[in-house]
């Protein structure tokens, strides 16, 4: 079986699933209201907040944190 019809597809397959990858949003670059309307419109995102660093916020109190994670306020 020969193998050059594998190497097509599998690059298109990749080439596929990467651009459906959303970049991590820059809070800098975002007003109040848009990093507040991204949060509650994605539920949990993790937004860059600064050159070297980046965190993860959630819209409430539910499912979007893991066990033994506790959700506490914050600001970005």
């Known amino acids: 079986m020969p193998a050059r019809p594998i190497v097509?597809?599998?690059a298109?397959?990749?080439l596929a699933a990467t651009s459906m990858a959303y970049g991590?949003?820059?809070a800098r670059t975002m007003t109040c209201e848009q990093t507040q309307q991204?949060?509650?419109s994605?539920?949990?995102i993790v937004l860059t907040t600064g050159r070297n660093t980046y965190d993860r916020y959630v819209r409430q109190y539910g499912n979007e944190c893991d066990w033994p994670e506790v959700p506490v306020a914050s600001y970005v």
Do not use: C
């Open 42 to 44: 994605r539920r949990a």
């Open 12 to 14: 298109a397959i990749l």
């Open 8 to 10: 097509p597809t599998a």
């Open 38 to 40: 991204l949060i509650q």
């Open 24 to 26: 991590r949003p820059d």
